[in-house]
Structures are given as C-alpha cells and as structure tokens.
C-alpha cells in the first residue's frame, strides 16, 4: 500500500529539476561516447540498473554512447587501489566512486587530477575527510553526494520508539570502521529515549551480520537497530531473515532491508542516489567543471514498514507511526 507516493514523486522531480535540465545543456563532450569506471563491491543490482536508467533519459544510451566499466573489486585498499589505477589506464572519462571512503581516497589517488570523479558519500563525510574544499565549491576534479548519516541514526532510534513503546534494550549493529559517529549520536540520544543501548560493533565482514544478531538475541535485546554501512546493505536478505527467525523487530536504514523482511526502514532511497550521481556524470560529461558543481545532500528520506513482519511479530504499529510512512508493505 503506497502512501503519499505521488507528493513524495512530485517533490523529489521538483527539488532536482534544475539540476537534470542543466544537465541536458550541452556542452562540448568530453568524448563522443561516454566511458564511466565503476569500481564496487558488489555485482550490478537495482542502484546500478538507476544510474543507467537515469542516464538514458539524459541522452548517454548504455551500448550506444555510453559504456560502463565495471570491476568488482575485493574491500581491502590495495585492491580498490589497484582496480582504480586499471580503470583509469583502460581510459574511461569519468570514475563513480560509490562505497567507502577508502574508494574516494583510491579514485583520487589514481586520476592524480587528471579524470573528473562523481562520489556518493553515504556513509562518511567527504568534507571532514579533506577530499574537498567545501561543500558549496568543492574544487578540484571531485563531486558527488552526501548524506549526513549521524542525523538520520537517531531518528532510527526515534522510529524504534514509536514503534516499540514497551521496548527498552535495543542493540545497534554498527561498522567500526565507518559508523563511529553514528554510534556515537546514536548512545547520545538512547538514554532521553528511554533504550539501553547495546553496541555491537560488527566489523567489515557483512557475513557476521546473522551471526551478530543472534548474539543479541541471547543477550536478551527487544530489537536491533542498523547503523548505515555500504557492507551491511549487501548483506540484507541474511540478517532480515536471522532476525525474523529470532523474532526480533530490525530497523535498518533501506527499503530494500524492508522488502526481505525488515520491521521498517528510514533513510535515503538508493536508487534514488545513483540517480541523482547520473546527473553529475551528465553535466561533468557536457563540459562542466567538477570542482564547480556543489555538493548535494538530500533533503527527502523514507520511511518504509513492513506490515507483514509486524503482524508475524505480533506487533500493533501505531496508527500515527504508520501515517507517516511513505509505504507500508502489505
């Protein structure tokens, strides 16, 4: 059952209208047919499919003027390194760096200023990470997406709340390597909330998901919360079915953990995000300056319930809550 779809719809083409004209303002081409490097660690899925879509319809038709590479790289920084340095050798025109931070600071690393890079930042902070100058001008060949994660962990917890009002020990699973702020807004916020927050700090393996949670659930939790982890995002059908089978309510920061059994999700929508880094790609491609392209941070987030789970967990999901979803799974 869709909720507010079509404002949510109009909202999203009204806020990024200026940019997707822009982008269809041609300049002179960086060449006739767009070559982008797509450097990631997991195989082409959904977002992929988004960033695609979306450059169609600004006029770079994968097959016809426009050809991805794509390497699916391994996590550890020399291997990103090395992915990115062969991309930049087999001579694509733009490097999407999506991912990590350790994938920026490796993109960089090997266009060496020469290639314009389009990132999508949703899990650090590409400003305090020193890759740009600021967010309004970030100068140099670099551009992209950011979203402030930290924010967006306590109003997980402030979901929790709604949904869980009897709820009182709550574990976060969070990536030591890339979610300390969030566990540190989030342990800020937990006790005004009225949680005892658990913090389990799962590493960069997103295998030990399932296995996390079903440490929780021996430790006697009433739910657990997602921080936001590009590695958790791949592991989703793994830890949304082990919570299921513990029969603990899973807030997570994607849909997509919503649509495999996930009690609710909120946060940006991912495909969504590579839709808005294919205009990036666009305009850079038609000429402008990547160091002149400010730096946008989305201001619409979703909030996504799966009804289903909720009845299965034998949960009654306040009217109010369930207002205000964008989408309740039936």
Same mark, same amino acid.
């Given at each position: 059952?869709?909720?507010?779809e079509?404002i949510v719809?109009?909202?999203?083409?009204?806020?990024?209208w200026?940019?997707?004209?822009?982008?269809?303002?041609?300049?002179?081409?960086l060449?006739?047919?767009?070559?982008? !490097?797509?450097?990631?660690?997991?195989?082409?899925?959904?977002?992929?499919?988004?960033?695609?879509?979306?450059?169609?319809?600004?006029g770079?038709?994968?097959?016809?003027?426009?050809s991805?590479?794509?390497?699916?790289s391994?996590?550890?920084?020399?291997?990103?390194?090395? @992915? =990115?340095?062969?991309m930049?050798?087999? !001579?694509?025109?733009?490097?999407?760096?999506?991912?990590?931070?350790?994938?920026?600071s490796s993109a960089?690393?090997?266009?060496?200023?020469?290639i314009? $890079?389009?990132?999508l930042?949703?899990d %650090?902070? &590409?400003?305090?990470?020193?890759?740009?100058?600021s967010?309004?001008r &970030? !100068?140099?060949?670099?551009? !992209?997406l950011?979203?402030?994660?930290?924010?967006?962990?306590?109003?997980r917890?402030?979901?929790?709340?709604?949904?869980?009002?009897?709820?009182?020990?709550?574990?976060?699973?969070?990536?030591?390597?890339?979610?300390?702020?969030?566990y540190?807004?989030?342990?800020?916020? @937990?006790?005004? #909330?009225?949680?005892?927050?658990?913090?389990?700090?799962?590493?960069?393996?997103? =295998?030990?998901?399932?296995?996390?949670?079903?440490?929780?659930?021996?430790?006697?939790?009433?739910? /657990?919360v997602l921080?936001?982890?590009?590695?958790?995002?791949?592991?989703?059908?793994?830890?949304?079915?082990?919570?299921?089978?513990?029969?603990?309510?899973?807030?997570?920061?994607?849909?997509?953990f /919503?649509?495999?059994?996930? #009690?609710?999700?909120?946060? /940006?929508?991912i495909?969504?995000?590579?839709?808005?880094?294919?205009d %990036?790609?666009a305009? $850079?491609?038609?000429?402008?300056n990547?160091?002149?392209?400010? $730096?946008?941070?989305?201001?619409?987030?979703?909030?996504v319930?799966?009804g289903?789970?909720?009845?299965?967990?034998?949960l009654?999901?306040? &009217?109010t809550?369930?207002?205000?979803a964008?989408?309740?799974?039936?």
């Open positions: 059952m869709k909720r507010r079509l719809k109009l909202v999203c083409s009204t806020a990024w200026p940019l997707a004209v822009r982008a269809q303002q041609s300049r002179k081409l060449s006739p047919n767009l070559r982008l !490097g797509l450097v990631d660690s997991s195989a082409v899925n959904a977002a992929h499919n988004a960033l695609i879509e979306r450059l169609s319809e600004l770079f038709v994968d097959g016809a003027n426009l991805i590479d794509y390497d699916n391994l996590f550890e920084q020399a291997f990103m390194d090395a @992915a =990115y340095a062969d930049v050798k087999r !001579g694509v025109d733009i490097l999407l760096a999506s991912g990590s931070e350790r994938h920026l960089v690393r090997a266009a060496a200023g020469r314009p $890079i389009v990132f930042a949703m %650090y902070d &590409p400003l305090r990470s020193g890759h740009v100058a967010l309004a &970030p !100068g140099g060949n670099v551009t !992209g950011f979203v402030r994660q930290p924010e967006l962990a306590v109003k917890l402030e979901m929790a709340r709604h949904a869980l009002p009897r709820a009182r020990r709550v574990a976060l699973l969070w990536d030591g390597n890339i979610a300390k702020e969030q540190e807004a989030s342990s800020a916020a @937990a006790a005004s #909330l009225g949680f005892d927050l658990q913090s389990v700090e799962v590493g960069s393996v997103s =295998y030990n998901l399932p296995d996390a949670v079903e440490r929780t659930a021996r430790a006697g939790v009433d739910a /657990v921080a936001s982890s590009f590695l958790y995002y791949e592991s989703r059908a793994g830890v949304a079915q082990a919570a299921l089978e513990l029969r603990l309510p899973l807030i997570a920061f994607a849909r997509e /919503v649509e495999v059994g996930a #009690l609710m999700s909120y946060g /940006v929508s495909p969504g995000t590579w839709r808005r880094a294919a %990036y790609v305009r $850079i491609a038609r000429g402008t990547p160091g002149d392209l400010a $730096i946008e941070q989305p201001t619409l987030f979703e909030l319930v799966n289903r789970t909720a009845s299965s967990l034998g009654n999901l306040p &009217p809550l369930l207002g205000r964008d989408e309740v799974i039936e």
